[in-house]
């Protein structure tokens, strides 16, 4: 969450889809089978998915989304969880079985949004935010100012995703453990006209419920 000095985010384009998915023969979570191996690398989605289904068998998977369903197609795993995003941008999201729902799979910060980042002040910055879209960059504004808040990092099991409908803005965050026996959730909404301040404010009710503790002894895992 924090930048250089002397460099700001300009602008962001129109977001693609947050959402992450599930690539395999299942049509539901619920539809996996019982002691299926899912590979992943993200300690987010490890968290969320043992939350939802401690049965499952969650194992390391690395390299590029090709490398990844290449691995799937070999018979390593039943099934891998990969942002919807990515897949579409290589033109492979007919791969996707199914979208998690936010409430089951909240996407990590910022997940489907490119960002402008450049010196401040510049030509090249007021160019970036001419080309901005406010929908995307008041969704990341609050999502960046939730893993601030938290202290976070990338690799730290926590996901937050924002929504803006007209005035109004959605924020769902998750803080859990890599093995899933503890996590907390939280959903707010408020006036998307301080995106930044919304985000703190989440991140205050997640503290009192315990996430600091969390993080904490999530950290002593890595």
């Given amino acids: 969450a924090e930048l250089p000095e002397g460099l700001a985010i300009a602008g962001a384009p129109a977001r693609a889809a947050p959402e992450d998915v599930w690539v395999g023969t299942a049509a539901s979570l619920d539809q996996v089978p019982a002691g299926a191996r899912v590979g992943t690398a993200s300690l987010r989605?490890?968290?969320?998915?043992?939350?939802?289904?401690?049965?499952?068998?969650?194992?390391?998977?690395?390299?590029?989304?090709?490398?990844?369903l290449r691995r799937r197609e070999n018979g390593d795993f039943e099934g891998?969880?990969?942002?919807?995003?990515?897949?579409?941008?290589?033109?492979?999201?007919?791969?996707?079985?199914?979208?998690?729902?936010?409430?089951?799979?909240?996407?990590?910060?910022?997940?489907?949004?490119?960002?402008?980042?450049?010196?401040?002040?510049?030509?090249?910055?007021?160019a970036a935010a001419a080309a901005s879209d406010t929908r995307?960059?008041?969704e990341l504004t609050a999502e960046r100012a939730v893993v601030?808040?938290?202290?976070a990092s990338c690799a730290t099991p926590i996901g937050?995703?924002?929504?803006?409908?007209?005035?109004?803005?959605?924020?769902?965050?998750?803080?859990?453990?890599?093995d899933g026996s503890e996590w907390v959730r939280d959903r707010i909404e408020g006036d998307?006209?301080?995106?930044?301040?919304?985000?703190?404010?989440?991140?205050?009710?997640?503290?009192?419920?315990?996430?600091?503790?969390?993080?904490?002894?999530?950290?002593?895992t890595l």
């Fill in 45 to 68: 989605r490890r968290a969320q998915l043992l939350a939802a289904r401690p049965d499952l068998v969650v194992e390391e998977l690395h390299g590029n989304v090709d490398t990844r």
């Fill in 136 to 138: 995307a960059l008041t």
């Fill in 160 to 178: 937050v995703n924002a929504s803006l409908e007209d005035v109004e803005l959605a924020l769902a965050a998750f803080v859990g453990l890599p």
């Fill in 80 to 126: 891998i969880v990969l942002a919807a995003a990515g897949l579409r941008r290589l033109g492979r999201q007919a791969e996707a079985s199914f979208a998690f729902a936010t409430e089951q799979m909240t996407p990590a910060a910022g997940q489907g949004i490119l960002v402008f980042q450049a010196r401040s002040g510049d030509e090249a910055a007021e």
């Fill in 192 to 220: 998307a006209g301080d995106p930044a301040g919304l985000g703190r404010t989440i991140a205050g009710r997640l503290l009192d419920a315990g996430a600091g503790e969390l993080l904490r002894r999530a950290e002593e």
């Fill in 148 to 151: 601030a808040a938290l202290d």
